[in-house]
């Protein structure tokens, strides 16, 4: 591109968006280890939170890949977003059948096939879904509603720490612009250490590499966010694409560290019996009594070699009658790739505007 500064000056915006963060938070909830900078924050808030909340928490979360795909409804170009969490959440409110559970389940699996579960007709496909998500296509008025009254029901909790953390947001906002008139290169290299803006595309490293030329592009939107490090959130709407960008908040600032859900992930594969037995899952379920008898083991040694990886989150169980299934999760095993990115090759997460100015 002959003059990449001023394309990016044109079409490279930053916003926040109160939604977006909602969604965030409990992302960071149902995974707090995972986030460092947050850990503290999650931990009180997990603490002062009622039961039953905290139960519907890991339920819905389980049914929107931890509330990463439900935030897509938001779409970055609308401002009406950027008012409040409610206009968010009136936005859901407004979605149909369909549209709430291809926005829950993600993209994944192909609209017609959705809209065919919801018309009742099944297949050995659906039989294999995860327990949400069968619960979402057979029941997705009802999942609406018991959705959004979780949402208002968490809102309280959400809002305590946003008057914290809104002014740092939006001091972010304005100090960015400022950068992006400045010197637009620099500044949007320096959102991420997976980004890499080059003359004529821009890369995200991610499980696997996206590439975007600027000419197929009409829009990159930046959402300011205290609970995104250390993930690389790329949203990909058509021409246009959003990227979460990280701001660290005074009194969040931790020491450099691995969380430890990081290093359950790695246990995994220290035993051989174990990384067989996560083999067997990704081919077919599973209960205790096949997995001892298919690996020649006892069934409190599968029990023990199970609760890991479930721990780790390779593997979701379900009763059938007497017995439970376990069944491995294939695209955990994807983002093993991520994870080593994140908290191995990566510095210590966090966007610092003094940083940018050295």
């Not at 460092?36 to 339920?59: C, N, Q």
Request: with cysteine; glycine share 4%; charged share 25%.
């Amino acid at each position: 591109m002959q003059d990449l500064p001023l394309w990016l000056k044109k079409h490279l915006s930053i916003a926040y968006v109160p939604g977006h963060e909602f969604f965030l938070s409990l992302h960071v909830l149902e995974s707090p280890e995972h986030h460092v900078t947050r850990l503290g924050w999650a931990r009180e808030t997990l603490a002062a939170l009622p039961r039953a909340l905290t139960e519907k928490l890991h339920y819905f979360s389980a049914m929107s890949s931890k509330f990463l795909d439900i935030m897509d409804v938001l779409v970055p170009w609308e401002e009406m977003y950027q008012h409040s969490v409610e206009a968010g959440l009136e936005r859901i409110q407004a979605l149909d059948a369909s549209e709430f559970a291809e926005a829950m389940i993600g993209p994944v699996y192909h609209p017609k096939q959705i809209k065919q579960w919801l018309e009742g007709r099944t297949d050995d496909v659906f039989e294999q879904l995860k327990p949400e998500h069968r619960e979402l296509l057979r029941h997705p008025l009802s999942t609406k509603r018991s959705f959004l009254e979780f949402c208002y029901d968490y809102l309280p909790y959400f809002q305590a720490e946003e008057r914290r953390i809104e002014p740092w947001l939006v001091r972010a906002v304005h100090e960015a612009q400022e950068m992006i008139a400045a010197d637009p290169i620099r500044f949007l290299s320096q959102v991420h250490p997976r980004i890499h803006v080059h003359e004529d595309a821009i890369h995200f490293h991610k499980a696997k590499t996206y590439s975007f030329a600027y000419q197929q592009l009409s829009h990159i939107h930046l959402r300011v966010s205290t609970y995104v490090a250390p993930h690389l959130l790329l949203g990909i709407y058509g021409d246009q694409i959003s990227v979460g960008l990280p701001v660290d908040v005074p009194g969040t600032a931790v020491k450099s560290a691995i969380p430890a859900d990081f290093i359950t992930k790695m246990k995994v594969f220290g035993d051989p019996t174990r990384t067989a037995i996560l083999k067997s899952l990704l081919d077919h379920p599973y209960c205790t009594q096949q997995l001892a008898d298919l690996h020649g083991i006892s069934e409190p040694a599968v029990n023990k070699h199970l609760k890991l990886l479930v721990d780790a989150g390779f593997v979701w169980s379900e009763r059938r009658g007497r017995y439970v299934f376990y069944r491995g999760i294939t695209s955990r095993l994807e983002q093993l790739a991520v994870d080593l990115h994140e908290f191995i090759d990566m510095p210590a997460p966090g966007f610092t505007l003094s940083d940018w100015r050295k």
